[in-house]
């Protein structure tokens, strides 16, 4: 079952003009994840007064049952592997958090937009459904956010960077590095200590920091 539209967000153009569209050709498609009720699920969780800090994923996790709607959290009760672990050791080497679980809800519910550039994926096809429309409105999400205040934009990858290249930088945090993955880890994500440059710049702003352990 589809879930509601985002109330926050609603009146992005991608749901007057495209929305119905996409979700036709899902419904007409098997085979790909997060399930229908978790697709806005980051949209949800993070409503648009709410978000503080922008982390921008790529296209949801392709393994079987992995995908939970949240850019780069695993399912509760899932041990972490591959970008996620490596994120988590960043964490503990920045903050000193030895963080186990995978599911980062907890980071959504306190302003953190965990965002995908592409919202679905076939199970087993990385990137199969890039150019699909998702990529509408993800964009007119990130402008809104960059419209709306000072806001942190943790972009670790080209692609995230190069869509959030247009965005205004006045009074905005932007963290850009290497892609957490296990082939670009070592290129500058590790070190870089995204998660307190993140909280030291809330504190400037005047905001609580964010719990990463939550």
Not at 91 to 119: F, H, K, M, Y
Not at 185 to 203: C, E, H, K, Q, T
Request: glycine letters at 10%.
């Amino acid at each position: 079952m589809w879930p509601d539209i985002p109330a926050s967000w609603a009146d992005l153009p991608f749901f007057q003009n495209d929305w119905n569209r996409l979700q036709a050709e899902l419904d007409a498609e098997s085979g790909w994840q997060p399930p229908r009720d978790q697709v806005f699920r980051a949209l949800h969780l993070t409503p648009r007064d709410r978000v503080r800090v922008v982390i921008l994923g790529q296209d949801p996790y392709h393994t079987a049952g992995r995908a939970t709607g949240l850019a780069f959290s695993f399912p509760p009760g899932t041990p972490p592997r591959d970008s996620l672990k490596n994120i988590l050791t960043e964490l503990e080497t920045d903050l000193g958090i030895p963080r186990v679980s995978g599911d980062l809800s907890g980071w959504a519910e306190q302003g953190v937009l965990l965002l995908n550039t592409v919202l679905t994926v076939p199970v087993g096809r990385a990137h199969g459904h890039k150019r699909r429309g998702w990529e509408r409105l993800v964009s007119q999400v990130l402008a809104a956010v960059a419209g709306d205040g000072p806001r942190a934009f943790l972009l670790w990858g080209g692609p995230a960077q190069k869509l959030c290249r247009t965005l205004p930088r006045d009074g905005h945090l932007f963290l850009e590095t290497a892609h957490p993955s296990p082939l670009s880890v070592y290129r500058g994500f590790y070190g870089s200590r995204p998660f307190s440059a993140v909280n030291d710049w809330l504190a400037g702003q005047g905001e609580r920091p964010i719990d990463w352990a939550r």
